[in-house]
């Protein structure tokens, strides 16, 4: 019986690969404003969790957006359960031309706001041609498979809990599922992967998404082990919202301040003090005056 050999690589090997050509920069990709501060590039895993409502599909979708048209040799794989292809596009031409999303998911535009989307269509034409909508079934298997075939090394879960391994018709554990997202990683891909977030208990025991954390992310040890940098999007109040950097495997977190115009889904950077409310005013003392 043959004993197996065992694999293993030295850190003076490491040391001399080519990866620590001092002069050779590692490629990271920028999504451009707000989203600049996100860790994009080849290898890591990204995870970005919300609330039902808070917007992180459109988050997501203008982060990959923008990567895309920072980088021109870029392709992207979406795939999203939930939202079909149609309307995906239409999140992103409401915030390319300036216009509202239910006017345009009306067909309700005025003449100008007309000529701003058709103008937008020729303008990221070749944005479009280099972003591809997965299909069912929502596998990771079927994921993979798209991105060779359309040539993708960027690519987005939406979202982890509805997405299935592909090895049979039981929706799969999520440590399989992560394990699946990992070599996708390994292979050279930069995965972002949604999540939906469990309410937390308030302190009179009611159910709240107030608080969210790490810990919120439903199957939160499976996707803690898994992802490299991790993000809670709190909901905005007033068009006023944070990116919270939950977790930094490769450095410190980072959070990010955002402002969101709801008709035009669109997201821009916000101020660290969007985040303080004003001191309250003195209440009147009692007594005589």
């Known amino acids: ?34 989203f600049d501060g996100l860790d994009l590039r080849p290898g890591r895993v990204l995870l970005v969790g919300a609330p039902p409502g808070a917007g992180k599909t459109t988050l997501v979708l203008q982060a990959v957006a923008g990567t895309l048209a920072n980088h021109p040799a870029l392709r992207a794989v979406v795939g999203n359960v939930e939202v079909a292809p149609g309307a995906l596009v239409e999140k992103m031409l409401c915030r390319f031309a300036r216009v509202s999303l239910d006017a ?70 999520l440590d399989a599922l992560m394990s699946q997202v990992r070599k996708l990683a390994t292979a050279g891909a930069c995965v972002v992967l949604v999540s939906s977030v469990a309410r937390q208990k308030s302190k009179n025991g009611s159910s709240t998404y107030a608080g969210l954390g790490m810990a919120s992310f439903r199957g939160s040890s499976e996707l803690e082990f898994g992802a490299d940098t991790a993000y809670i999007l709190h909901n905005a109040k007033d068009g006023i919202g944070l990116l919270e950097c939950v977790k930094a495997r490769f450095g410190a977190p980072r959070d990010i301040p955002l402002r969101f115009d709801g008709p035009t889904q669109t997201f821009t950077a916000g101020e660290p003090l969007d985040q303080f409310d004003a001191a309250p005013e003195p209440k009147p003392r009692k007594g005589k005056s």
């Open 1 to 34: 019986m043959t004993t197996p050999t065992a694999k293993f690589v030295t850190a003076a090997s490491v040391a001399r690969s080519p990866a620590f050509d001092l002069d050779a920069k590692p490629e990271r990709w920028t999504a451009g404003t707000p």
């Open 104 to 173: 345009l998911q009306d067909r309700q535009l005025l003449a100008d706001e007309r000529r701003r989307v058709e103008g937008a269509l020729v303008e990221h034409a070749g944005l479009f041609d280099r972003i591809a909508f997965l299909e069912a079934p929502f596998t990771l298997r079927n994921l993979a498979g798209a991105m060779v075939d359309f040539g993708a090394r960027l690519c987005v879960v939406d979202y982890a809990q509805r997405f299935t391994t592909g090895d049979d018709d039981d929706r799969a554990k």
